[in-house]
């Protein structure tokens, strides 16, 4: 039952949660961490841990991708980034992360990266990208915002996409537009012949459109980061990711139960940074994780330990800021994703720690772990 708050005469809110405020609840016996498997089926395409990069310049060029999958994960391009922009791409971020590095206030990365994104796209060096990617014999995802999908998927397609990612700040069935036709995404989905993920939800009603429009999975949430997105402070709307989550979870049994048996995963975009967010974004009901700042400490993350959300460009209200992560020698992906660690707060190992939390509750595998017991804490 919902916990409805007055928060003045006539008016209520629901009270939510924050993956902070859950607590994993081990009520079973426990297991060996090499006897829990991580794997997952996302459409046709099986991933070995359930991780994706979140699309961001930041994070994804082709190499991380690329070390990304050869590591069981997906790294997902920014279709929309600077990489279909700018032929020297390395040469471009490097100048956005040396105007952040000399600035302390963030106006003046933020008009730099604004300037870079103001660049036509090059349906040539985009399509190049991805074909890199997909070359190289991994799953290929690459996201591109609703106004834009139906214009950039022929040239994504053409270059070898295995996966699309629709993804903007919210998102919803249909994006409805005063000029030119609106992005109907049941129809737009029908007419591929690859699988879609979209989002970003943060309810259950729309969550259940989204998954009524045929999306292969569902994103909760919209990559939130303390000190890097700023969508509650630009717009009012923030994700309680342990409610959202759980949400999510629901439409997708009541998807299952409406269909007689189709799936569609749920993946928890935002506030998750250690092994243990990871964990507990399962426990609510995620089928995978999208990582931001925790992949960005890699020594293969393009940003060169920086990150930002690709909000953060947007040409007249940008969501997000540039905020260092790591500093000096960074470690490689394979020690962030699967140690050893020597960080005792769980930025390192990540899917190590998940492996042991599910170990520990006594489950072998992502499914089941989704019923283990959870607590609030006070």
Known sequence: ?????????????????????????????????????????????????PVL????????????????GRLGGLGVLNGEGL?????????????????????????ASIRLLQQLHAAPLDPELLGAAVARISEAGVTTAVRVSPQNAAALTPVLVAAGVDLLVIQGTIISAERVANNGEPLNLKTFISELDIPVVAGGVI????????????????????????GVTTSDEVLGISVPMATAIADAAAARREYLD??????????????????????????????????????????????????????????????????????????????VLDGPSDDPFGSLNLVGGLRRSMAKAGYCDLKEFQKVGLTVGS
């Open 258 to 335: 409406e269909t007689g048996g189709r799936y569609v995963h749920v993946l928890a975009d935002g506030d998750i940074h250690t092994s243990g967010d990871l964990a507990k974004a399962i426990a609510c009901g995620a089928d995978a994780v999208v990582l931001g700042t925790p992949l960005a400490a890699a020594a293969e993350a393009q940003g060169d330990g920086w990150y930002w959300p690709s909000a953060a460009a947007h040409p007249s209200l940008p969501r997000g800021a540039l905020m260092q992560v790591a500093y000096g020698e960074r470690p490689g992906l394979a020690q």
């Open 53 to 68: 990069a979140h699309p961001t310049d930041a994070l994804v060029s082709p190499e991380f991708a690329i070390e990304m």
């Open 83 to 107: 990489i279909g922009r700018h032929a020297d791409i390395e040469a471009k971020v490097a100048q956005v992360i040396e105007v952040a590095a000399k600035e302390p206030e963030p106006e």
């Open 203 to 226: 309810d259950h009603r729309t969550a259940l459109h989204l998954m009524r429009t045929g999306a292969a999975g569902v994103i909760v949430g919209y990559g939130s980061t303390a």
């Open 1 to 49: 039952m919902r916990d409805m708050v007055e928060i003045g005469m006539g008016r209520t809110a629901r009270r939510t949660y924050e993956l902070d405020d859950i607590n994993i609840v081990p009520s079973r016996r426990t297991r060996s961490s090499k006897d829990v498997s991580t794997a997952w089926q996302l459409d046709a395409y099986r991933l070995e841990i």
